[in-house]
Structure formats: C-alpha cells, structure tokens
C-alpha cells in the first residue's frame, strides 16, 4: 500500500507563514503529479497547488504569489510554504499523489489524512 503523512499544520496570525510536508512511502515505482488541496468548513474541496515530476506548478489564482509548492522526488515528500496568510486560507489542506504502481505500470491516485491550517488573530 501506499501512504501520504502530512504535517506542518497549525495556528498563525494573519500575514504569517506555515510550511506544509506530506512524505509518500509504501510500495510504488515512481510519483506523478503530487498536490496540495484544501477543504473549509461547508464548502467543497479545491486545488491548492500541484506540481508534476517535470517541476511543474499550477496554482489556484487566491494563492497566487503567496504559497509556493516544490517536491523532492529522493524524499518522496511534497511541500508548501504559504506566506501572507489570510483568514480565509484556514482549511483542512490534504496532499494528494498519483502513484504508479506494479508491473502494469498503473497510475493510483491518494490522499493523505489532513491537517489543519487555522489563520486567526
């Protein structure tokens, strides 16, 4: 099986920063795209940031020029800095990895379990 463990989450005050981490481990070839989504209370989930195995990055336009999303593909793990932080960026934020795995080569996609970003005074 495959596993996303994310961490980095918490409390800050607006204009601050966190630095999320989310490390892929289990049996798999390689890692596809990986990302970052987020869910607020009452709403849907929406994209964050994603970035392929090729460095690149497709943002959501809120976050745009404040979160920065970067991989290291030896350490399987994906992150994001998020700068400027704005109350309305509190969410869960899940990582999420396309996972190719076994002889077939198939692609899976995971999730990780979440964790929570709260931006507050």
């Known amino acids: 099986q495959v596993q996303l463990v994310e961490s980095g989450g918490g409390l800050v005050q607006p204009g601050g920063s966190l630095r999320l981490s989310c490390a892929a481990s289990?049996?798999?070839?390689?890692?596809?795209?990986m990302g970052w989504y987020r869910q607020a209370p009452g709403k849907e989930r929406e994209l964050v940031a994603t970035?392929?195995?090729?460095?690149?990055?497709n943002y959501a336009d809120s976050v745009k020029g404040r979160f920065t999303i970067s991989r290291d593909n030896v350490k399987n793990t994906v992150y994001l800095q998020m700068n400027s932080l704005k109350p309305e960026d509190t969410a869960v934020y899940f990582c999420?990895?396309?996972?190719?795995?076994?002889?077939?080569?198939?692609?899976?996609?995971?999730w990780g379990q979440g964790t929570q970003v709260t931006v507050s005074s």
């Open positions: 289990g049996n798999f070839r390689s890692i596809n795209t």
């Open positions: 999420s990895a396309d996972v190719v795995r076994g002889w077939t080569a198939l692609t899976y996609g995971y």
């Open positions: 970035v392929t195995s090729d460095d690149i990055t």
